[in-house]
């Protein structure tokens, strides 16, 4: 069993910067995929960022760029760093542990944190 717990979050004026991180406990982690959610106001949850065990990056289009996902398995955490913050970037944010890859499509896996609130807004 892995429990997951983010933090990070806050309000912020765009333009500006976050770092999320996302502590696990329970198991070890380094075999595991992680990723970043997030979920808007009445919208669905959407992938913004996987790591692979590998510690291979993969972003979706609308962060590319800005949002820069890490991990540091000696500590059992992941980290989401957001640049250059919008309005749109205003969401809860959940980390994932433990999916995977069918072809393109990241299928999330049964680890989840309760998330972290983050509002840009001047």
């Known amino acids: 069993q892995v429990q997951l717990v983010e933090s990070g979050g806050g309000l912020v004026q765009p333009g500006g910067s976050l770092r999320l991180s996302c502590a696990a406990s329970?198991?070890?982690?380094?075999?595991?995929?992680m990723a970043w959610f997030r979920q808007a106001p009445g919208k669905q949850r959407d992938l913004v960022a996987t790591?692979?065990?590998?510690?291979?990056?993969i972003y979706s289009d609308s962060v590319k760029g800005r949002f820069t996902i890490s991990r540091d398995n000696a500590k059992k955490t992941s980290y989401l760093l957001i640049n250059n913050l919008k309005p749109e970037d205003t969401a809860v944010y959940h980390c994932?542990?433990?999916?995977?890859?069918?072809?393109?499509?990241?299928?999330?896996?049964?680890?989840w944190g309760q998330g972290t609130q983050v509002t840009v807004s001047s």
């Open positions: 329970g198991e070890d982690i380094s075999d595991l995929h």
């Open positions: 790591i692979s065990d590998g510690f291979s990056t």
């Open positions: 994932n542990m433990g999916g995977f890859y069918s072809g393109k499509h990241y299928v999330a896996g049964a680890y």
